[in-house]
Protein backbone atom coordinates (compact mmCIF):
# COMPACT_ATOMS: atom_id res chain seq x y z
CA UNK A 1 0.00 0.00 0.00
CA UNK A 2 1.01 3.26 -0.95
CA UNK A 3 0.33 5.79 1.59
CA UNK A 4 0.74 9.34 0.69
CA UNK A 5 3.65 10.99 1.50
CA UNK A 6 2.01 14.73 1.40
CA UNK A 7 -1.92 15.91 1.64
CA UNK A 8 -3.80 16.52 -1.53
CA UNK A 9 -5.41 19.68 -2.88
CA UNK A 10 -7.71 20.76 -0.22
CA UNK A 11 -10.41 23.26 0.41
CA UNK A 12 -11.57 24.92 3.72
CA UNK A 13 -14.65 25.00 4.62
CA UNK A 14 -17.26 26.31 7.35
CA UNK A 15 -21.09 25.14 7.88
CA UNK A 16 -21.20 26.96 10.47
CA UNK A 17 -19.87 23.64 12.60
CA UNK A 18 -16.47 24.98 12.43
CA UNK A 19 -13.85 24.76 9.90
CA UNK A 20 -13.31 21.78 7.71
CA UNK A 21 -11.41 20.60 5.39
CA UNK A 22 -11.96 18.87 1.47
CA UNK A 23 -9.19 16.56 0.12
CA UNK A 24 -9.38 16.18 -3.29
CA UNK A 25 -8.98 13.20 -5.91
CA UNK A 26 -5.94 14.93 -8.39
CA UNK A 27 -7.30 12.26 -11.02
CA UNK A 28 -11.15 12.53 -10.67
CA UNK A 29 -11.67 15.48 -8.35
CA UNK A 30 -13.83 13.30 -5.98
CA UNK A 31 -14.29 15.11 -2.63
CA UNK A 32 -13.26 13.65 1.11
CA UNK A 33 -14.62 15.78 3.51
CA UNK A 34 -13.09 15.60 7.37
CA UNK A 35 -15.87 15.91 10.16
CA UNK A 36 -15.67 19.82 12.15
CA UNK A 37 -14.86 19.46 16.01
CA UNK A 38 -18.01 20.16 16.51
CA UNK A 39 -17.47 19.73 20.44
CA UNK A 40 -14.97 22.60 20.34
CA UNK A 41 -16.82 25.11 18.47
CA UNK A 42 -19.56 24.71 20.93
CA UNK A 43 -16.99 24.71 24.55
CA UNK A 44 -15.12 28.20 22.99
CA UNK A 45 -19.15 29.59 21.83
CA UNK A 46 -20.32 28.83 25.82
CA UNK A 47 -16.93 30.15 26.89
CA UNK A 48 -17.28 33.03 24.48
CA UNK A 49 -20.77 33.98 25.32
CA UNK A 50 -19.68 33.62 29.17
CA UNK A 51 -16.80 36.03 28.97
CA UNK A 52 -18.85 39.07 26.97
CA UNK A 53 -21.65 38.81 28.76
CA UNK A 54 -19.73 40.01 31.73
CA UNK A 55 -17.76 42.25 29.72
CA UNK A 56 -20.22 44.24 28.80
CA UNK A 57 -21.74 44.84 32.17
CA UNK A 58 -18.50 47.20 32.46
CA UNK A 59 -19.26 50.77 31.87
CA UNK A 60 -17.91 52.74 28.91
CA UNK A 61 -15.94 49.86 27.04
CA UNK A 62 -17.10 46.97 28.19
CA UNK A 63 -19.41 46.76 24.58
CA UNK A 64 -16.26 47.20 22.82
CA UNK A 65 -14.44 44.12 24.61
CA UNK A 66 -17.25 42.02 24.47
CA UNK A 67 -17.28 42.17 20.84
CA UNK A 68 -13.23 41.49 20.45
CA UNK A 69 -14.07 38.54 22.63
CA UNK A 70 -16.33 37.24 19.78
CA UNK A 71 -14.86 38.30 16.85
CA UNK A 72 -12.59 34.74 16.41
CA UNK A 73 -15.96 32.90 16.44
CA UNK A 74 -15.38 29.48 14.96
CA UNK A 75 -18.86 29.17 13.53
CA UNK A 76 -17.51 31.64 10.79
CA UNK A 77 -13.91 30.76 10.40
CA UNK A 78 -12.43 29.22 7.74
CA UNK A 79 -8.62 28.85 8.59
CA UNK A 80 -7.53 25.60 10.02
CA UNK A 81 -4.09 25.43 11.75
CA UNK A 82 -1.89 23.51 10.47
CA UNK A 83 -2.68 20.63 14.12
CA UNK A 84 -6.34 20.89 12.40
CA UNK A 85 -4.99 20.07 9.25
CA UNK A 86 -3.02 17.20 10.14
CA UNK A 87 -5.75 15.58 12.55
CA UNK A 88 -8.38 16.53 9.28
CA UNK A 89 -5.69 14.78 6.57
CA UNK A 90 -5.73 11.28 8.97
CA UNK A 91 -9.42 11.18 8.98
CA UNK A 92 -9.57 10.70 5.28
CA UNK A 93 -5.81 9.04 4.18
CA UNK A 94 -7.03 6.17 3.95
CA UNK A 95 -9.64 7.08 0.92
CA UNK A 96 -5.93 8.04 -0.90
CA UNK A 97 -2.99 6.58 -1.92
CA UNK A 98 0.01 7.91 -4.28
CA UNK A 99 1.55 6.84 -7.50
CA UNK A 100 5.14 6.31 -7.37
CA UNK A 101 5.04 7.08 -11.34
CA UNK A 102 3.39 10.09 -11.53
CA UNK A 103 3.07 11.12 -7.97
CA UNK A 104 -0.68 11.66 -8.19
CA UNK A 105 -2.58 11.70 -4.68
CA UNK A 106 -5.58 9.58 -6.26
CA UNK A 107 -8.57 8.02 -4.58
CA UNK A 108 -8.93 4.21 -4.68
CA UNK A 109 -11.39 4.21 -7.15
CA UNK A 110 -8.48 5.85 -9.30
CA UNK A 111 -5.86 3.09 -8.10
CA UNK A 112 -5.08 0.09 -9.00
CA UNK A 113 -3.77 -2.04 -5.68
CA UNK A 114 -2.80 -5.31 -7.33
CA UNK A 115 -0.10 -3.39 -9.39
CA UNK A 116 0.39 -0.44 -7.00
CA UNK A 117 -0.25 2.15 -9.46
CA UNK A 118 -2.87 4.92 -10.63
CA UNK A 119 -4.82 3.47 -12.97
CA UNK A 120 -3.59 5.68 -15.76
CA UNK A 121 0.10 4.28 -15.02
CA UNK A 122 -0.50 0.46 -14.36
CA UNK A 123 0.73 -1.74 -16.42
CA UNK A 124 -2.73 -3.65 -15.79
CA UNK A 125 -4.57 -1.01 -18.16
CA UNK A 126 -6.20 -3.68 -20.43
CA UNK A 127 -7.23 -5.88 -17.67
CA UNK A 128 -8.71 -2.83 -16.14
CA UNK A 129 -10.73 -1.74 -19.03
CA UNK A 130 -12.19 -5.16 -20.04
CA UNK A 131 -13.54 -5.79 -16.47
CA UNK A 132 -14.77 -2.46 -16.08
CA UNK A 133 -16.78 -3.08 -19.79
CA UNK A 134 -17.77 -6.65 -18.56
CA UNK A 135 -19.22 -4.66 -15.09
CA UNK A 136 -21.12 -1.74 -17.90
CA UNK A 137 -22.58 -4.91 -19.98
CA UNK A 138 -23.66 -7.07 -16.54
CA UNK A 139 -25.26 -3.48 -15.51
CA UNK A 140 -27.07 -2.90 -18.93
CA UNK A 141 -28.05 -6.65 -18.58
CA UNK A 142 -29.77 -6.36 -15.24
CA UNK A 143 -31.38 -3.22 -16.38
CA UNK A 144 -33.21 -4.69 -19.68
CA UNK A 145 -34.55 -7.36 -17.56
CA UNK A 146 -35.91 -5.14 -14.93
CA UNK A 147 -37.98 -3.46 -17.65
CA UNK A 148 -39.00 -6.54 -19.76
CA UNK A 149 -36.10 -6.52 -22.02
CA UNK A 150 -34.42 -8.83 -21.51
CA UNK A 151 -34.55 -11.23 -24.43
CA UNK A 152 -33.62 -8.58 -26.68
CA UNK A 153 -29.66 -7.90 -25.11
CA UNK A 154 -27.50 -10.61 -26.46
CA UNK A 155 -26.00 -12.20 -23.51
Not at 25 to 32: L, S
Not at 78 to 89: D, E, G, K, M, R
Not at 122 to 143: D, M, N
Request: charged content about 25%.
Amino acid sequence: MSTPTRTPRYDVRNDRTGPYAIFYCDQCGREFRSIPDIANTIVQDIGKQAVGDLLRKVPLFGGTLASNVNKDDPRYSYNLTHLQLQAAWEQVKQHFRECPTCQQIVCLSDFDEKSGFCKNDSPRTGEIAEAEGQQVGAALKGFANAIGLGGVIIP
